[in-house]
Nanobody, 122 residues
């Protein structure tokens, strides 16, 4: 089992920046690929970004490429999502997820956090 706890979400103005964190506990963090997803009101959950176990491979949704950066610190059991140039359409609950292997485009995400709210005002 892997437990995931997200933090860092808040209200921010359009054009601003936020860094989300997700701390993992349980199994060995460095074994897992990590991902970020988001769900806006009335919409389905969507993929945002992912990173493999050692940070050597990353992937992004087209909507966030060039603005968001995913990274990880295996010594701290933490994955980050740096979000720059935020837009109102980035408003959503952001979730982190863990998988035993990063196999895009279909990665079997097995564990999920509870989410953190990001609100971008115009």
């Amino acid at each position: 089992q892997v437990q995931l706890v997200e933090s860092g979400g808040e209200l921010v103005q359009s054009g601003g920046s936020l860094r989300l964190s997700c701390v993992a506990s349980g199994r060995i963090f460095s074994m897992y690929a990590m991902g970020w997803f988001r769900q806006a009101p009335g919409k389905e959950r969507e993929f945002v970004a992912a990173i493999n176990w050692n940070g050597g491979s990353t992937g992004y949704a087209d909507s966030v490429k060039g603005r968001f950066t995913i990274s990880r610190d295996n010594a701290k059991n933490t994955v980050y999502l740096q979000m720059n140039s935020l837009k109102p359409e980035d408003t959503a609950v952001y979730y982190c997820a863990a998988a035993l292997d990063y196999t895009p485009p279909i990665t079997p995400w097995a564990y999920w956090g509870q989410g953190t709210q990001v609100t971008v005002s115009s």
